[in-house]
């Protein structure tokens, strides 16, 4: 059966990773590539609470409760994984060591800016260690659903919350689509199926690319 919603941004996003690299993996549907690491591909999920080496997300009945992700679930550790203190894993994350983040977004825009951490005067989980990741490390992806719920694009031309990072968003994945985050703007390269560009740019508020080949999202 197709991937579809989050599942397809998940799986789609865990596309990006390449042999041997080390990833961290934001809260919500980041965490959901876990389950859709690609095949053959040895590498390295790294939490910020302090875990090198996260496996699949095991159900409550068979989880260690001394190991949990960054949301607070349950994780696993991988055969030569290792729980490390929290300073040494935001010294990974500042000093370039993680290859590449996957991190949900409230908004997101066309110039590669992130806004993620508050909506003033609502309660929210926080920064947490996304301002690290958006400094530090070298390929960051947003995995986001492409409207909030009351229909609002999250991808704009101009992000109107507080920044948590400045033109550091490489990649963009929705359910809907994948953009690349280009110097020349926003590219779509993928549609999910169903969708078409006419669809896309009826949802999105910021302008993009369209290139002659577009591929499908799985």
Same mark, same amino acid.
């Given at each position: 059966m197709a991937l579809t919603g989050r599942a397809l941004i998940a799986s789609r996003c865990a596309k990006f990773f390449k042999d041997g690299d080390l990833v961290n993996l934001g809260i919500?549907?980041? *965490?959901?590539? $876990?389950?859709? #690491?690609?095949e053959g591909v040895e590498l390295w999920? !790294?939490? !910020?609470?302090?875990? %090198?080496?996260?496996?699949? $997300?095991?159900?409550?009945? &068979?989880?260690?409760?001394? *190991?949990?992700d960054a949301g607070g679930q349950p994780t696993s550790i991988i055969k030569g994984g290792s729980v490390i203190d929290q300073a040494d894993s935001f010294g990974l994350i500042r000093g370039?060591?993680? &290859?590449?983040? %996957? #991190?949900?977004? *409230?908004?997101?825009?066309q110039e590669g800016n992130i806004a993620n951490w508050i909506v003033p005067g609502k309660? %929210?989980?926080g920064m947490g260690g996304a301002m690290d990741l958006c400094a530090g490390v070298k390929k960051i992806v947003v995995a986001t659903d492409h409207c909030e719920k009351s229909g609002q694009s999250k991808? #704009?031309?101009?992000c109107t919350l507080p920044l948590t990072g400045a033109k550091c968003v490489t990649d963009i994945v929705? !359910?809907?689509c994948y953009f690349e985050v280009t110097p020349d703007g #926003? %590219?779509?390269? !993928? *549609?999910?199926?169903?969708?078409?560009?006419? &669809?896309?740019?009826a949802c999105t508020e910021a302008d993009f690319i369209i290139p002659d080949e577009i591929g499908v999202m799985e």
């Open positions: 919500g549907v980041p *965490l959901m590539c $876990t389950n859709y #690491l690609p999920l !790294e939490a !910020e609470i302090g875990i %090198v080496g996260c496996g699949p $997300t095991p159900s409550w009945d &068979d989880a260690d409760p001394d *190991l949990i370039g060591h993680v &290859d590449a983040t %996957v #991190l949900g977004t *409230l908004q997101v825009d309660v %929210v989980p991808i #704009l031309k101009k929705t !359910e809907r #926003l %590219v779509i390269r !993928e *549609l999910a199926p169903g969708y078409t560009v006419d &669809d896309i740019r």
